[in-house]
């Protein structure tokens, strides 16, 4: 069994869907613990929310780690709002992640990494959720 993170094209229809993370739990939870490190770099987290609050004075930038970092990986979903902040994470650390390749459900970091980016990017465009199923 794993996590599927999903954008159905409609209600009504789950069977098309546009892939956003498919792994098992485990690699899902080592993924995020591996950004967590890249954020707890000196001077990262900074970087981080002062880019994050030049564009998005609205959001605390607290809020917007805890919707990746704090969310349930076996249910529920991310709202557009949401889908724009996990975006803007897996932007700031894309170039910094690890250039080795992972065994499992992760592979390659960056490719993972690019699947993610592009399911969040449809799902912006599309104003559909992202499902964790």
């Not at 709002?81 to 390749?101: A, G, S, Y």
């Given at each position: 069994m794993g996590l599927d993170i999903c954008i159905f094209?409609?209600?009504?229809?789950?069977?098309?869907?546009?892939?956003?993370?498919?792994?098992?739990?485990?690699?899902?939870?080592?993924?995020?613990?591996?950004?967590?490190?890249?954020?707890?770099?000196?001077?990262?987290?900074?970087e981080?929310?002062?880019?994050?609050?030049?564009?998005?004075?609205?959001?605390?930038?607290?809020?917007v780690l805890d919707t990746f970092f704090a969310h349930s990986d076996y249910d529920g979903e991310w709202d557009v709002?949401?889908?724009?902040?996990?975006?803007?994470?897996?932007?700031?650390?894309?170039?910094?992640?690890?250039?080795?390749?992972q065994n499992g459900h992760i592979g390659i970091w960056k490719d993972?990494?690019?699947v993610f980016i592009d399911g969040l990017k449809v799902a912006i465009k599309e104003e559909k959720k992202a499902t964790f199923a």
């Open positions: 094209a409609s209600e009504e229809d789950d069977f098309s869907w546009t892939e956003v993370w498919h792994g098992a739990y485990s690699a899902f939870h080592q993924y995020r613990e591996e950004i967590k490190k890249i954020l707890n770099r000196p001077g990262e987290l900074e981080f929310v002062r880019l994050w609050l030049k564009e998005n004075s609205n959001v605390d930038p607290g809020i709002e949401e889908c724009k902040q996990v975006l803007f994470i897996l932007q700031f650390v894309f170039e910094k992640l690890p250039k080795w390749k993972k990494t690019q």
